[in-house]
């Protein structure tokens, strides 16, 4: 199996990342003053449901902000693993051109 990716793969998924956090806080406000109309409107459950999202609206963002938050912290991780990866296999692939007698390997050669 071949597993392909470019150097900055990881790095633009984390500046889309952060992109839709923000994405994601407006769109809870813009729900929250979409629902505002509905205010007053229920009674019981429904009342007592409505309320309690809109009063936890900033507490669900702050949670979901904080998810994509632990998901950028890997997504660098993950970049910062794959390039050190990739440095390292060019160190070695160098080290060990370095100590190959290449010489002895042409075929034919005197």
Do not use: Y
Not at 50 to 67: H, M, P, Q, V, W
Not at 80 to 89: I, K, L, P
Not at 95 to 107: L, P, S, T, V
């Amino acid at each position: 199996m071949k597993f392909d990716m470019g150097a900055t793969t990881l790095a633009d998924l984390g500046k889309s990342t952060v992109g839709s956090s923000d994405d994601l806080g407006t769109l809870i406000t813009w729900l929250v003053q979409a629902a505002e109309p509905l205010e007053g409107k229920f009674n019981g459950a429904g009342k007592a449901a409505f309320d309690s999202f809109k009063s936890r609206a900033d507490e669900i963002t702050d949670a979901l902000n904080g998810s994509l938050g632990a998901i950028l912290g890997g997504q660098g991780g993950m970049d910062t693993a794959f390039g050190t990866g990739d440095t390292e296999q060019q160190d070695n692939a160098h080290q060990n051109m370095g100590q190959a007698n290449f010489d002895a390997a042409r075929f034919g050669a005197r």
